[in-house]
């Protein structure tokens, strides 16, 4: 059985201030035409009716609406409701792959990319030397063993409010040495250009700075 994968979309709000998810709203026509699959393989979530609403206008149909989330994720969505949609779907599917839209999708996960996921039964996040919030979840799974550390995550107070932080809260102190909380190949940051050397045979996603790299990076593995 495939792992559910999940991506959304929500406004901007930090301490109650609203503004509009502008980056995020030219990246994702951007991530559907180079990634068609996209549109049928995610299962689309929404921060909002607004989300939504922006959501269907790229033609993508929206499978839950989250505007029955608690005050105080509404009131940070820019850094909460990410976590709150994946801790959602921890509940609902009892794993599940969170997909950022700056992604390009190098091969469709299949059994090997399942079965390493899967290995352990950890959580599985980018690995970025030196990376300011330790994890990074542009791409990364977790499964149901996990959901009291996501539930306890929320009381931790972090600054500012971030998913990513969130889980370091929650994971091992030595999670840099632990192998098994981190895709590795099968996942990597693409920051520059300096970095697309990081894609491997064994790459499924590349996370990116410039979704106009996709072609450069899918030539590495022709």
């Given at each position: 059985?495939?792992?559910?994968?999940?991506?959304g979309?929500?406004?901007?709000?930090?301490?109650?201030?609203?503004?509009?998810?502008?980056?995020?709203?030219?990246?994702?026509?951007?991530?559907?035409?180079?990634?068609?699959?996209?549109k049928?393989?995610?299962?689309?979530?929404?921060?909002?009716?607004?989300?939504a609403a922006?959501?269907?206008?790229?033609?993508?149909?929206?499978?839950?609406?989250?505007?029955?989330?608690?005050?105080?994720?509404q009131?940070?969505?820019?850094?909460?409701?990410?976590?709150w949609m994946?801790?959602?779907?921890?509940?609902?599917?009892?794993?599940?792959?969170?997909?950022?839209?700056d992604?390009?999708?190098?091969?469709?996960?299949?059994?090997?990319?399942?079965?390493?996921?899967?290995?352990?039964?950890?959580?599985?996040?980018?690995?970025?030397?030196?990376?300011?919030?330790?994890?990074n979840c542009?791409?990364?799974?977790?499964?149901?063993?996990?959901?009291?550390?996501?539930?306890?995550?929320?009381?931790?107070?972090?600054?500012?409010?971030?998913?990513?932080?969130?889980?370091?809260?929650?994971?091992?102190?030595?999670?840099?040495?632990r192998?098994?909380?981190?895709?590795?190949?099968?996942?990597?940051?693409?920051?520059?250009?300096?970095?697309?050397?990081?894609?491997?045979?064994?790459?499924y996603?590349?996370?990116?700075?410039?979704?106009?790299?996709?072609?450069?990076?899918?030539?590495?593995?022709?």
């Amino acid at each position: 059985m495939s792992i559910p994968m999940i991506a959304g979309l929500y406004p901007y709000v930090r301490g109650g201030v609203a503004s509009t998810a502008d980056v995020t709203l030219k990246e994702i026509p951007q991530s559907i035409e180079i990634n068609p699959l996209y549109k049928k393989a995610l299962y689309v979530l929404a921060g909002n009716q607004e989300s939504a609403a922006q959501l269907a206008g790229f033609n993508l149909n929206v499978y839950r609406i989250f505007d029955d989330a608690p005050e105080y994720v509404q009131q940070n969505m820019a850094h909460m409701m990410k976590h709150w949609m994946c801790l959602w779907a921890l509940k609902e599917f009892g794993e599940f792959l969170w997909v950022d839209w700056d992604t390009v999708m190098l091969q469709f996960p299949d059994k090997a990319f399942t079965d390493m996921c899967r290995k352990n039964r950890t959580p599985k996040f980018i690995r970025i030397p030196n990376y300011w919030a330790t994890v990074n979840c542009g791409v990364y799974y977790a499964c149901h063993e996990w959901i009291s550390a996501m539930e306890s995550s929320f009381k931790v107070k972090v600054d500012p409010p971030n998913d990513e932080l969130l889980w370091a809260e929650v994971l091992p102190a030595d999670v840099l040495e632990r192998e098994e909380f981190w895709l590795d190949d099968y996942a990597v940051h693409i920051g520059s250009k300096r970095d697309i050397g990081a894609v491997t045979d064994k790459t499924y996603f590349a996370h990116v700075k410039n979704l106009e790299w996709a072609e450069q990076l899918r030539n590495i593995q022709k």
